[in-house]
């Protein structure tokens, strides 16, 4: 895995570093029905080239960085669905080579590449993924810390070892969880990884912990090069960008909301509007709060990635 000092040498020429957005509404956008326990994960087994033409839409539109399938991907979740230990252990694998395999081919037919390879980052989803009942929005799991270890080690030091550039341990909504995943990453002394958590407002992750305590735990670890939110309505995210640059101002920061819609559980559907050019204008603000690596989550695209990408570069040159 990379070191952390070439993250920020990429800052320091580039200045910022776009993410990408969602894949498992994206894959929805383009018809694919992701009513199942795994999510986006069961499409490993049935479409992964359409996993890996998304992975390379979003280079396409500038995502300097591309994360895996594997959020909703889990030992346990697969076993459930009669996958063998073997098999899963080759589609979490298979999950980095679909992404590595996208930058191979965007690289290759790039007009103008940038200067810097995009990033693989390998996702980390919280055991409320698994549990597919909406738990990764409240984070009271009502287990203990052993079974949550249990849960996380094998996917955890799999990815860790896969290829991939980093980790991106996201969507956690709870100080257990995060203080679990940062025991795991410890032990994996050579990786590196973000830590990102899903907020109920603009101070409190999904527990009720402040993202302030959130960002001390994590504060003095080599291995976590960034902190941030995601899966989190934008309105709240400039409120946690300070709360997190107090606590540990000289960490980088992530933020990668959602598109501002707001998902209707018993209607099943989402409502309100998902602009791209607002979600742009919205990831300046967040670079001129503090936070340095901005893509989307849930229900935004390749067109929000563009819209990101085009607010950055304006933003960095007037650093410059």
């Not at 694998?93 to 200067?115: G, H």
């Not at 799999?158 to 995060?178: D, H, M, Q, R």
């Not at 709360?243 to 707001?262: C, F, R, W």
Request: proline share 4%; with cysteine; hydrophobic share 40%.
């Amino acid at each position: 895995m990379l070191k952390v000092s070439r993250i920020h040498q990429f800052l320091n020429q580039q200045g910022f570093l776009v993410l990408d957005g969602g894949l498992a509404t994206e894959l929805e956008t383009r018809g694919f029905n992701l009513d199942t326990p795994l999510w986006s994960a069961h499409l490993l087994r049935t479409h992964p080239e359409a996993i890996k033409n998304i992975h390379k839409n979003y280079l396409e539109a500038g995502a300097d960085c591309i994360v895996t399938a594997s959020y909703q991907a889990s030992f346990q979740g697969f076993a459930q669905q009669g996958i063998s230990e073997l098999e899963t252990e080759n589609l979490l694998q298979k999950s980095v080579s679909l992404a590595l395999a996208a930058r191979k081919e965007y690289l290759k037919s790039a007009t103008q590449p940038k200067a810097t390879s995009p990033f693989v980052a390998a996702s980390i989803g919280p055991y409320g993924a698994y549990l597919a009942n909406g738990a990764e929005f409240h984070g009271n799991y009502n287990i203990s810390k052993i079974e949550l270890r249990d849960f996380h080690e094998n996917r955890f030091k799999l990815l860790a070892k896969s290829g991939a550039n980093f980790l991106a341990c996201e969507t956690i909504p709870s100080f257990e969880e995060a203080e679990v995943l940062l025991a795991l990453l410890k032990e994996s002394p050579e990786t590196i990884a973000w830590m990102s958590f899903s907020c109920r407002d603009g101070i409190h992750i999904n527990d009720g912990t402040p993202i302030r305590e959130c960002a001390r735990l994590l504060k003095d670890s080599k291995q976590v090069f960034a902190i941030g939110v995601n899966c989190t309505a934008p309105r709240f995210v400039s409120s946690l960008i300070n709360e997190i640059k107090n606590a540990t101002p000289q960490k980088l920061i992530a933020v990668y909301p959602n598109s501002g819609e707001i998902y209707d559980g018993k209607n099943r559907n989402w409502v309100g509007t998902r602009d791209a050019a607002a979600f742009g204008t919205a990831a300046s603000e967040w670079f001129r709060g503090g936070a340095r690596l901005i893509g989307g989550c849930c229900r935004t695209g390749p067109e929000h990635v563009k819209s990101i990408w085009e607010t950055l570069v304006m933003e960095a040159r007037k650093l410059k």
